[in-house]
């Protein structure tokens, strides 16, 4: 980037797609703070970042608690830089059937997307209206769309997306974007751990998703990096608003 180095967050950034976002936007030269629950499971990304060549920063946080958020965005302005791109990916899956999904299970769930999404954003976006630039991509998914035994998880992925829409209009007289990606089917840890959930071989799992996807295969978590860097990017300043499902296919 000609630009001066800017400050990159990713929410969830230890594994899966959050880890696979955080290389990209290090690779694209952004200075990038990888940002999960347990600090410490965070350094293999940013081992690999340095090793690459880039600069990042391993933050221990709950998005969920706000006096965790704010001691979070405030050490990575201080160490990397003022923040202006945010990937809010933190999530975790609560799945049940209604009738079997306790409160606590839909309260987690909307806490981490939700809550999470909002306290961060909200203690991110000071330092975009400053720079007056600013690149935020929420992580929803198909599930907003509804999916038997996510009432919760379809809920709040549903909501990322209203949330996303409300920003873009609040924020882009501040030189301020908000995107969402809506991942298909992605081979992540999290998807393995639901084929275990239901009993079922994972690599059968991918095989049935696959025949059902139009291009023929399931997505890697590059594939959600690579639009959320585009996104992220100088050249996607006229993009707002919108919500990209990343899924093989068109998804309605």
Not at 4 to 28: F, N, P, S
Not at 44 to 54: F, K, L, P, S
Request: proline share 2%; net charge negative.
């Amino acid at each position: 980037m000609t630009q001066e180095r800017r400050t990159a967050i990713v929410t969830g950034g230890a594994r899966g797609i959050g880890a696979a976002v955080a290389k990209k936007l290090a690779a694209d030269g952004y200075a990038v703070a990888v940002v999960d629950l347990d600090e410490s499971a965070c350094v293999a990304t940013v081992d690999a970042i340095e090793a690459a060549g880039g600069s990042a920063l391993a933050v221990g946080a709950n998005v969920a608690d706000e006096a965790s958020v704010a001691d979070a965005v405030e050490r990575v302005a201080t160490e990397l830089g003022a923040p202006t791109v945010l990937i809010n990916n933190a999530g975790i899956t609560r799945d049940n059937l209604l009738f079997k999904m306790s409160v606590e299970d839909w309260d987690s769930v909307m806490s981490v997307h939700l809550r999470g999404s909002f306290l961060m954003t909200r203690a991110v976006q000071k330092y975009m209206v400053d720079a007056k630039f600013g690149r935020i991509v929420n992580l929803s998914s198909v599930s907003a769309l509804g999916n038997r035994g996510q009432a919760n998880y379809s809920a709040a992925k549903a909501g990322m997306q209203g949330f996303t829409k409300t920003l873009a209009i609040e924020l882009g007289r501040y030189g301020v974007t908000a995107n969402a990606i809506a991942p298909g089917f992605i081979e992540t840890e999290m998807t393995a751990a639901t084929a275990a959930r239901v009993g079922v071989d994972f690599e059968d799992m991918k095989k049935a998703a696959a025949a059902e996807i139009p291009v023929g295969r399931v997505g890697q978590p590059e594939d959600i990096a690579n639009t959320a860097s585009f996104l992220a990017s100088e050249g996607a300043g006229f993009v707002s608003g919108q919500v990209v499902y990343v899924a093989g296919g068109p998804r309605d």
